[in-house]
């Protein structure tokens, strides 16, 4: 996640104001998604049309668009099935030129409208839903579709926009808030505001998570309009790219960007593995050491052998399996028999 937000700041979000939207559907049309992950990538576009159309109405320019980071997640706070999208948008759109014009005040009522209309045509189209399931839905007095959209991040705000970017692509489920109970069998979640838990027994856990798995080659973080990856590659081809320059500023090459691993140590922690705790300098690696005796008789000067923390324990090997016996059937002849008369041909 950490190394996502980085890239993502650097190579794909520009400098301008943006805003986190979350988009979410009624339950009653959730199971469409679980059977059919296919219409996930279906309902992104719905967000980002719906963006589009809200962002670009009273623009004159027909060609200016907005730029758009949409991830699918499908967990909510118990890991059920809950499909919504996490978007970063520009707060406005792009002009060919490299302008830029910020919208105005978003109208959650207007972009829920427009949202929920775009995703039952679809499913109408794809005859996952009748007529008669979106009369219902207009009887309700909340159709369950929702709309968040979160304060505007300005371009200076670089933290915000990094933070943000790791965010929308966060893991289904929290270490941190899961606790197994070997005796049971059991595991404990605890939910996002720690009022409540809930508890499952493994095969349960094991199959929530498994339902939130993306299937081969199924791209849960897409890109749009100005932020769309042919729109990257035209604007490079035309070096325009950097008419507007990226929220933060490329550190290196994407080679050395990747084995970077101090520098994303350093996001995590706050804390820099290379500076000197003696002295402050900047340390820099000269090797690298795998002989398990060498490790032994470093770690055993410095004191921090027999070091045992609570955390950490010592997994023996395990054993080969054992050979089942199999076991042979016995049997018995009885001579003492009848001999089977044989039948006239």
């Known amino acids: 996640m950490v190394e996502f937000g ?29 059977y059919d992950r296919r219409l996930l990538s279906e309902l992104s576009r719905c967000g980002w049309e719906a963006l589009k159309a809200f962002y670009t109405t009273g623009v004159r320019d027909p060609k200016a668009v907005p730029g758009a980071v949409v991830a699918i997640q499908t967990f909510g706070d118990f890991l059920g099935f809950h499909p ?25 009522k207007a972009l829920e409208q427009i949202f929920r209309h775009k995703v039952l045509k679809m499913l109408l189209a794809k005859g996952k839903i009748t007529q008669d399931m979106i009369s219902l839905l207009d009887k309700w007095q909340h159709t ?3 709309v968040f959209s979160g304060p505007r991040i300005l371009s200076r705000h670089e933290k915000s926009m990094e933070n943000l970017a790791r965010y929308i692509i966060r893991a289904s489920f929290s270490q941190e808030r899961m606790t197994y109970h070997r005796e049971t069998g059991q595991v404990e979640y605890q939910s996002k505001d720690e009022k409540g838990t809930k508890v499952f027994d493994a ?22 309009g100005h932020y769309s990856n042919v729109a990257r ?17 490329p550190d290196g090459s994407s080679k050395e960007f990747g084995k970077n ?11 820099g593995p290379l500076t000197c705790p003696k002295c402050q300098g900047e340390m820099r690696a000269i ?22 923390p609570p955390y950490l324990w010592r997994v023996k090997a395990r054993p080969p399996p054992k050979p089942v ?11 003492s028999a009848r001999p089977a008369t044989r039948l006239p041909l």
């Open 6 to 34: 980085g890239w993502l700041c650097q190579e794909v979000v520009k400098a301008v104001p943006h805003r986190h939207v979350v988009f979410s559907i009624p339950k009653i049309l959730r199971r469409y998604f679980l």
């Open 84 to 108: 919504h999208l996490h978007i970063l948008v520009s707060d406005g759109c792009f002009y060919e030129n490299g302008m830029f014009s910020v919208s105005p005040a978003v109208d959650i």
């Open 144 to 146: 369950g579709f929702n």
């Open 203 to 224: 095969l349960e856990w094991l199959a929530a998570m498994c339902s939130h798995v993306p299937n081969k080659g199924e791209q849960m973080v897409r890109y749009y």
């Open 233 to 249: 590659g035209k604007r490079k081809k035309r070096d325009m790219d950097e008419l507007i320059p990226s929220i933060l500023e």
């Open 261 to 271: 691993w101090a520098r994303l140590i350093q996001k995590i922690y706050e804390v």
């Open 287 to 308: 090797s690298v050491i795998e002989n398990e005796e060498v490790i032994r008789k470093i770690l055993k000067h410095l004191g921090l052998w027999d070091i045992n």
């Open 325 to 335: 016996p199999v076991k042979t059937p016995e049997f018995h002849i009885d001579s």
